[in-house]
């Protein structure tokens, strides 16, 4: 089992910048991959962005690329997400996920992760 808790939420306007952080506790050793995840209200939740655990390799939703930065530190097991040039259309709950078993690619569908964290809210006000 893994666990994952994030943080660093908040209430920002429009052209600012969050850092999310992701907490990893417990069989943290078999991870291979970490994504974020966004859902805004009466909408389905969508793919942000991702990073392999071991090698680095990132992949981002059209919609953030160039704005979002993902990154992992291994030592203290918790992947961030650097947050720039924040939009209202960026509003949504933020969710940490964790996915267990290897692949050839990077995850970036929901149901290809394993755990999930609680979620973070992150508005952005225009």
């Known amino acids: 089992q893994v666990q994952l808790v994030e943080s660093g939420g908040g209430l920002v306007q429009a052209g600012g910048s969050l850092r999310l952080s992701c907490a990893a506790s417990?069989?943290?050793?078999?991870?291979?991959?970490m994504g974020w995840f966004r859902q805004a209200p009466g909408q389905e939740r969508e793919f942000v962005a991702a990073?392999?655990?071991?090698?680095?390799?990132?992949y981002y939703a059209d919609s953030v690329k160039g704005r979002f930065t993902i990154s992992r530190d291994n030592a203290k097991n918790t992947v961030y997400l650097q947050m720039n040039s924040l939009k209202p259309a960026d509003t949504a709950v933020y969710y940490c996920?964790?996915?267990?078993?290897?692949?050839?690619?990077?995850?970036?569908?929901?149901?290809?992760?394993?755990?999930w964290g609680q979620g973070t809210q992150v508005t952005v006000s225009s």
């Open positions: 417990g069989r943290t050793f078999s991870t291979y991959a």
């Open positions: 996920a964790a996915r267990a078993r290897g692949l050839s690619f990077v995850p970036v569908a929901g149901h290809q992760y394993d755990y």
């Open positions: 990073i392999t655990w071991n090698f680095g390799n990132t």
